[in-house]
């Protein structure tokens, strides 16, 4: 049997004079980058840094839109109407599409962020919203979704393309949701248990929650939080361990 895997990462993401990330490096590893655009994190020059460096090595470039939350880096929950989330993508989408053209690249994705991509789990409201940005801007912009989430479903439902996506560095509560941050055990640090993770959910589609329950997992495309103190070490290893277990590697372009 045949295994295939996007490999994408959070980019992007520092803003001004502060850095966050290792981009430079773990840009050579993945397939797929998601671009910060602005509000939880980047800015003009750090977009369109990142746009030029993906473009020299044939990354596919997805927006990686959130809350307007410098300050939180878009993991604060806010509470928003529809409308304001629906804008606020269009909004984002929008910048980063305007970096995009200027290195001759086209959005492959979109992956919300942070507090704002937690909610889409649930929250069929805001999917809908997030997806009907999507389709008013161009409908051949796929969604990724965390495995499970509602937003995969709404996305469909309006004839989008939509992938699932499974994290190589978070633990899964017995939801499917990911655990919170602030629960011990909620980031993976361990390269090897983390690889070995996402092995399974490649080509079983299983993984084990936070509490020991086996859960069935859809992957398309497997994330690694650049700003992770391993985020390098990571995408490295799953490299080498994907080629070894006979998984490609691609992006969806």
């Not at 606020?88 to 086209?106: N, P």
């Not at 329950?213 to 994907?242: M, N, S, W, Y």
């Amino acid at each position: 049997m045949a295994y295939q895997i996007d490999l994408n990462s959070d980019m992007g993401e520092s803003f001004g004079a502060y850095k966050i990330g290792g981009d430079e490096e773990i840009i050579k590893y993945v397939t797929s980058a998601n671009v910060a655009c602005g509000f939880h994190a980047g800015d003009p020059m750090v977009m369109d840094t990142t746009v030029k460096a993906a473009a020299a090595r044939g990354v596919a470039v997805g927006a990686h839109p959130g809350y307007p939350d410098l300050l939180g880096f878009g993991r604060r929950k806010m509470v928003l109407k529809p409308i304001e989330v629906k804008n606020y993508m269009k909004y984002q989408i929008g910048a980063l599409q305007a970096f995009l053209a200027g290195h001759g690249m086209k959005l492959q994705h979109v992956a919300p962020h942070g507090a704002l991509g937690n909610l889409c789990q649930y929250d069929r409201e805001v999917s809908r919203a997030i997806c009907e940005a999507v389709c008013e801007i161009d409908k051949s912009i796929m969604i990724y979704y965390c495995a499970g989430a509602v937003l995969g479903e709404e996305a469909e439902n309006m004839g989008l393309v939509a992938k699932s996506e499974i994290f190589a560095d978070r633990a899964y509560m017995d939801d499917l949701s990911l655990v919170p941050r602030s629960m011990e055990g909620s980031m993976i640090t361990d390269e090897n248990i983390a690889i070995a993770r996402c092995v399974r959910m490649v080509k079983e589609g299983k993984v084990t929650s936070i509490n020991g329950k086996e859960l069935d997992i859809k992957g398309d495309t497997l994330c690694v939080h650049g700003d992770g103190p391993k985020a390098l070490a990571f995408v490295q290893k799953i490299r080498e361990v994907f080629a070894r277990e006979g998984i490609e590697i691609r992006n969806f372009q």
